[in-house]
T-cell receptor, first 114, second 111 residues
Framework: DAGVTQSPTHLIKTRGQQVTLRCSPK?????VSWYQQALGQGPQFIFQ???????QRGNFPDRFSGHQFPNYSSELNVNALLLGDSALYLC?????????????FGSGTRLTVV | TQLLEQSPQFLSIQEGENLTVYCNSS?????LQWYRQEPGEGPVLLVT?????EVKKLKRLTFQFGDARKDSSLHITAAQPGDTGLYLC???????????FGKGTLLTVNP
């Protein structure tokens, strides 16, 4: 049973460019959340998608946007990349939004902006 | 804004020692979760606690949720090098769908 799959694993982009990260949730899960983890910090919530809609958003600018597809997979898009966007981007899936019994995380995409 | 304070931030011990990691907040949570994260990987769920005063054991790991559901602790007995990693507590509350994470405790167990 595959867990959460994220692609790509590593990515280097230039400041000002745009990037798309992809996530396939664990089988049986219908909700996808995205987190940003800077070096030495805990993950920070970006947003959550359920039924193909953004259900809740954290304190991130509009440059961060997402999408959920009918098969529950999701994309995270970041426009006009800044050096400060360099981080590990984590996708987490759950059955139902509140994940009261825990989330399953992918291994993440390491984004470096130069 | 819910904040989770974890302590200590760093911990380096010898194999066989015991340790306790703390997670505190001024807010009440409906559930609290502990994760372990290794370098280059995503967090892996260790346990979820939902009831005030609840104690859960996972082999050599003991997790406790405070009576008021504002704090939690993780105790490891006879630590092993394989326990090395970043231990994160995370909580959710009310109608909030997001998980709020602490900054983590980076544990190193030396052989």
């Amino acid at each position: 049973d595959a867990g959460v799959t994220q692609s790509p694993t590593h990515l280097i982009k230039t400041r000002g460019q745009q990037v798309t990260l992809r996530c396939s949730p664990k089988s049986g899960h219908d909700t996808v959340s995205w987190y940003q983890q800077a070096l030495g910090q805990g993950p920070q919530f970006i947003f959550q998608y359920y039924e193909e809609e953004e259900r809740q958003r954290g304190n991130f600018p509009d440059r961060f946007s997402g999408h959920q597809f009918p098969n529950y997979s999701s994309e995270l898009n970041v426009n006009a990349l800044l050096l400060g966007d360099s981080a590990l981007y984590l996708c987490a899936s759950s059955l139902g939004g509140q994940g009261a019994y825990g989330y399953t995380f992918g291994s993440g995409t390491r984004l470096t902006v130069v | 804004t819910q904040l989770l304070e974890q302590s200590p931030q760093f911990l380096s011990i010898q194999e066989g020692e015991n340790l306790t990691v703390y997670c505190n907040s001024s807010s009440v949570f409906s559930s609290l979760q502990w994760y372990r994260q290794e370098p280059g990987e995503g967090p892996v769920l260790l346990v979820t606690v939902v009831t005030g005063g609840e104690v859960k054991k996972l082999k050599r790991l003991t997790f406790q949720f405070g009576d008021a559901r504002k704090d939690s602790s993780l105790h490891i007995t006879a630590a092993q090098p394989g326990d090395t990693g970043l231990y994160l507590c995370a909580a959710s509350g009310g109608s909030n769908y997001k998980l709020t994470f602490g900054k983590g405790t980076l544990l190193t167990v030396n052989p």
